[in-house]
């Protein structure tokens, strides 16, 4: 069992950085990968990035060059750093972690960009 808590969302103008942070409790040492997904209001929800515990990256399209995924030295926290935000990056963003044939998620926290 894993658990996820999100943090970092808030209310920013076009052009603007913030940084979300996920904690991960419970039996982290056999997370195999964490990522970061978005969902807008009527959309799916959509993979942002996503880091293996090897430390091998991905990134969706829209946010290459803008959003850097990190974590600390102990694994145990993911950090989502988002600049040069734009209204399109509106959404509830969720942090998830896989451990073998189970994925957990986080409660999600509001992002939302202004123009």
């Known amino acids: 069992q894993v658990q996820l808590v999100e943090s970092g969302g808030d209310l920013v103008q076009a052009g603007g950085s913030l940084r979300l942070s996920c904690v991960s409790s419970?039996?982290?040492?056999?997370?195999?990968?964490h990522g970061w997904y978005r969902q807008a209001p009527g959309k799916q929800r959509e993979l942002v990035a996503r880091?293996?515990?090897?430390?091998?990256?991905n990134y969706t399209d829209s946010v290459k060059g803008r959003f850097t995924i990190s974590r600390d030295n102990a694994k145990t926290t993911v950090y989502l750093q988002m600049n040069s935000l734009e209204p399109g990056d509106t959404a509830v963003y969720y942090c998830?972690?896989?451990?073998?044939?189970?994925?957990?998620w986080g409660q999600g926290t509001q992002v939302t960009v202004s123009s």
């Open positions: 880091m293996t515990r090897g430390g091998s990256i």
């Open positions: 419970g039996s982290t040492s056999t997370i195999s990968s």
């Open positions: 998830n972690a896989v451990l073998g044939p189970r994925v957990y």
